[in-house]
């Protein structure tokens, strides 16, 4: 069944920009991690933040988790063209890594 | 970094034959990987666990006599797609845990199967 559930986004933002995206779920979760994939390729991880972390950084990319409103958000600082993709989060429920994924973000960074 | 593969990447096949798609840990071993189908502008829905030595497990809705696995070797995973029909094409990918520590799952480029 679906876990993550990102809010229906569809960003377009201006190279330089940041952008934001968020992620929620329904049930208690392991992990939450989140995905990029590029159009019509596999996926690419991002970061993996645990049940018990609220914040993770890991170079232009920030996360957050807030298990007590069992969301997520993803920023991405800066922006690059070649940030353009969608992303996922994920939720790892079971401790075993079946990953229930969210519907995704399209994000479009303008040059 | 490791590295996971699949083969064909792309397929096309007539209604009614069946179609089988690879997926390799190249420089590692994976006992259990994992079998997901994305259809055009959604997400990645599960569809089941490859164990290898095993019998797969499957998500509630998938027909295992459908979407047959076989996890022959610690670096190979196979899905056949049995009887396709075209609401079968979609792009299927595959993952593998990297066993790290990190919980890091490495995925495979992915196929996509159109059935006509």
């Known amino acids: 069944s679906q876990q993550g559930e990102e809010d229906p986004q569809a960003l377009s933002i201006q190279e330089g920009e940041n952008a934001t995206m968020n992620c929620s779920y329904k049930t208690s979760i392991n992990n939450l991690q989140w995905y990029r994939q590029n159009s019509g390729r596999g996926l690419v991880h991002l970061i993996l933040i645990r049940s018990n972390e609220r914040e993770k950084h890991s170079g232009r990319l920030r996360v957050t988790l807030d298990t007590s409103k069992k969301s997520s958000s993803l920023l991405i600082t800066a922006s690059r063209a070649a940030d353009t993709a969608s992303y996922f989060c994920a939720t790892d429920v079971g401790g075993n890594n079946r990953l229930a994924f969210g519907k995704g973000n399209q994000v479009v960074v303008i040059p | 970094g490791a590295v996971v593969s699949q083969h064909p990447s792309r397929v096309i096949c007539k209604s009614g034959t069946s179609v089988k798609i690879e997926c390799r840990s190249l420089d590692f071993q994976a006992t259990t990987m994992f079998w997901y189908r994305q259809f055009p502008k959604q997400s990645l829905m599960l569809m089941a666990t490859s164990n290898e030595g095993s019998k797969a497990t499957y998500e509630q809705g998938v027909e295992k006599d459908k979407f047959l696995i076989n996890h022959a070797s610690l670096t190979l995973s196979t899905l056949t797609v049995t009887s396709a029909h075209p609401e079968d094409s979609s792009f299927y990918i595959c993952?593998?845990?990297?066993?790290?520590?990190?919980?890091?799952?490495?995925f495979g480029p992915g196929t996509r199967l159109t059935v006509l």
């Open positions: 993952s593998a845990p990297s066993g790290r520590a990190s919980d890091e799952q490495f």
